[in-house]
């Protein structure tokens, strides 16, 4: 029959799906529903019971947890602890075998069993429907006297039963996708949305210094300075605010032309830079040409500075009016 589905009540005489169920039949139900017809490898219920843990608590004691599984379609369940002893190996040698569970047509039922391999071999499974069907739930190497070594699972999530439907966002519980259950580069760039990652997604402290490109300002300074004198006179339209949470370096850039003032014949321009109250850290100048221009100087700062937060201000001097007038800054902060 290439179509068939269930259930129905049985009806006399039968009448299409209104019959008895063959076993293969219930067994192909459970294989479509719970390991999508991958009966080679997945047949464990996440989260039944223990999941069919093993361990090996004396010699020649194997004992298997609570746990449910679907092997090869026939549903399986332990619902208690239970101990299975494995014989010795040969004298002078030790011996590989595997925890598994086997469903037995002629014997009509599933159960856990040891399956003795070889020395350094684990033994390979049967997996022949309507005969015999074996998954694996672990191995270990037992020697001549009966301690087991070496036991190693053998379950991880390809072993897992995975239910055969598609899974909504809205049946996932809230933090069930950890970083643990994400690949390596699984979240890359391109999937990512434009303008998804907001400010109430980026916990406090996360976007270091280290994990941000270099900062790159630009501003204009408009306004005029009377430079009456060499007194140095602070540009507070040019206070570079500079935040660090891990030692970064840090450079900073100064350049421009100053206008002469119309009454004036020469000029002498000096421009720095003083992070804070510290020092000095360089000085440019910028010198008069004949179209009452001034060539552009540059005042620069490079420097790696601790973790903090830092106000760097410009200054200039020079002894007439002058115009400023276009002058500018580049700031760059990038990690040490």
């Known amino acids: 029959m290439s179509e068939w589905s269930r259930p129905f009540a049985d009806q ?4 299409e799906d209104g019959r008895p169920y063959t076993d293969a039949e219930e067994r192909q139900m459970f294989r479509s529903l719970f390991i999508q017809d991958t009966e080679a490898t997945q047949f464990l219920l996440e989260g039944a019971g223990n999941e069919l843990a093993v361990t090996a608590p004396a010699a020649n004691t194997i004992r298997v947890n609570t746990g449910a599984a679907i092997v090869d379609g026939f549903f399986y369940v332990n619902n208690a602890s239970n101990d299975l002893t494995p014989g010795n190996a040969g004298a002078g040698h030790s011996r590989r075998d595997r925890v598994i569970l086997q469903a037995d047509w002629a014997a009509f039922k599933t159960r856990m069993e040891i399956k003795e391999g070889t020395e350094g071999v684990v033994p390979a499974l049967t997996q022949t ?3 015999t069907w074996e998954m694996t739930l672990a191995w270990y190497d037992i020697d001549d006297a009966g301690a087991i070594t070496n036991l190693t699972s053998e379950v991880g999530d390809a072993q897992m039963a995975h239910f055969g439907t598609r899974v909504s966002t809205a049946m996932l519980d809230a933090l069930c996708v950890t970083v643990a259950k994400l690949g390596a580069d699984a979240v890359e760039t391109a999937k990512i949305k434009d303008l998804n990652v907001t400010t109430a997604k980026v916990a406090d402290g996360a976007a270091t210094s280290r994990k941000v490109a270099p900062t790159i300002e630009l501003e204009k300074l408009d306004s005029d ?7 140095p006179v602070q540009l507070t339209d040019l206070a570079i605010a500079v935040t660090l949470d891990v030692t970064s370096n840090v450079k900073l850039t100064l350049s421009g032309r100053i206008t002469e003032n119309a009454a004036q014949e020469a000029l002498v321009y000096i421009g720095y830079f003083y992070r804070d109250a510290g020092s000095l850290y360089d000085t440019g100048y910028f010198t008069s040409t004949d179209n009452d221009e001034v060539n552009p100087g540059m005042v620069f700062v490079d420097e790696s500075v601790a973790a903090g937060s ?3 201000r410009v200054y200039v001097a020079g002894y007439f009016k002058a115009l400023a007038d276009e002058l500018h800054h580049i700031v760059e902060v990038f990690a040490a």
């Open 12 to 15: 006399t005489p039968d009448d």
């Open 129 to 131: 429907r309507n005969t």
């Open 310 to 312: 830092y106000t760097y």
């Open 225 to 231: 300075h009377d430079m009456g004198s060499l007194a």
